[in-house]
């Protein structure tokens, strides 16, 4: 079966410093998201994306985060300057078509850590 | 505001046992809801949602708009349903919004 993939899997990364999240979704699938998760806490909706464009995006994504779908198949969440409450279990989700009840398809998450 | 709320963190029961998650949601809207589950070392994937009205591994979970609520049951719970299970809102065209998740541990 088709899976959303994720790279990396953990990365650690100074405060500061700007890190670039892969994901590779499904490759008939139309719509991507990011969402993430501080330990402990709920899954965060980040952004979606269709059409090479924003779809929608929540209040914590704010100018340092963007988005990109470079070539065909990746799809990157890019934090400029990390923060200390950056530190969270990113995960990239993907549908095949937006009807009403079209499942979101998750990779295994990139676990960030922000020192 | 919208809002789903699992208020339990951590839910314990025996092998055997009747089990329910609780999921109350807020949402002006008509309600799209589902239920995601996420087993140890695996992904987050979808369990359930409402319109099917389906029962999948043995787990059900009924709409009630009065309530406004989305509780998750299965009549007899197996070691195997141990696993974090996340109540989630679709809350806008593009947009889900999850719960805290209840870790459901199901004991011997």
């Known amino acids: 079966e088709p899976e959303v993939t994720q790279t990396p899997s953990h990365q650690v990364t100074q405060m500061g410093q700007e890190v670039i999240l892969r994901c590779v979704p499904i490759?008939?699938?139309?719509?991507f998201y990011w969402y993430r998760q501080i330990l402990g806490q709920k899954v965060e909706f980040l952004v979606s994306f269709y059409n090479n464009e924003i779809s929608e995006k929540s209040e914590i994504f704010d100018d340092q985060f963007s988005v990109e779908r470079p070539d065909g198949s990746n799809f990157t969440l890019k934090i400029r300057s990390t923060k200390l409450e950056d530190s969270a279990m990113y995960f990239c989700?993907?549908?095949?078509?937006?009807?009403?009840?079209?499942?979101?398809?998750f990779g295994n998450g990139t676990r960030l850590t922000v020192t | 505001a919208q809002r789903v709320t699992q208020p339990e963190k951590l839910l314990s029961v025996f092998k055997g046992a009747p089990v329910e998650l609780k999921c109350n949601y807020s949402?002006?809207?008509?309600?799209?809801l589902f239920w995601y589950v996420q087993y140890s070392r695996q992904r987050l994937q979808l369990l359930l949602r409402?319109?099917s009205r389906e029962s999948i591994k043995g787990f059900t979970a009924d709409l009630n708009k009065g309530e406004t609520s989305f509780h998750l049951k299965k009549p007899f719970a197996q070691e195997e349903d141990s696993a974090m299970y996340y109540c989630?809102?679709?809350?806008?065209?593009?947009?889900?919004?999850f719960g805290t998740g209840t870790r459901l541990k199901v004991l011997a």
């Open positions: 490759s008939n699938h139309l719509y």
């Open positions: 409402h319109i």
């Open positions: 989630a809102l679709r809350a806008g065209t593009y947009k889900y919004i």
């Open positions: 989700a993907s549908s095949e078509v937006q009807d009403r009840w079209s499942p979101l398809h």
């Open positions: 949402y002006s809207g008509s309600p799209e």
